[in-house]
């Protein structure tokens, strides 16, 4: 089993930025993959960033450019570094740690971004 926590989350106006973390614990392989997710209410849940532990990265276009996912090994924390947020970022962002086929998911926080 990996535990997650999340955190950083909050209420931004548009323009702004906000960091998330969130910290892996348990068992927890070196080679796996962190990233996030999202969930807007009425909407199906969507990537936004994710990053191997080898370093690999991929975003999603909407948020190409804006957002910065970046990771401690270490400590097996992932980051999310939002810039220039918009409305419509307003979501529940979820972290996610995979291997293989297993994904495991925190409890989700909430960003809320206001025009």
């Known amino acids: 089993q990996v535990q997650l926590v999340e955190s950083g989350g909050g209420l931004v106006q548009a323009g702004g930025s906000l960091r998330l973390s969130c910290a892996a614990s348990g068992s927890i392989r070196s080679i796996n993959t962190m990233g996030w997710y999202r969930q807007a209410p009425g909407k199906q849940r969507d990537l936004v960033a994710t990053?191997?532990?080898?370093?690999?990265?991929v975003y999603a276009d909407s948020v190409k450019g804006r957002f910065t996912i970046s990771r401690d090994g270490a400590r097996s924390t992932v980051y999310l570094q939002m810039n220039s947020l918009k409305s419509e970022d307003t979501a529940v962002y979820y972290c996610?740690?995979?291997?293989?086929?297993?994904?495991?998911w925190g409890q989700g926080t909430q960003v809320t971004v206001s025009s």
């Open positions: 990053i191997t532990s080898g370093g690999t990265t």
């Open positions: 996610i740690w995979s291997l293989d086929t297993k994904i495991y």
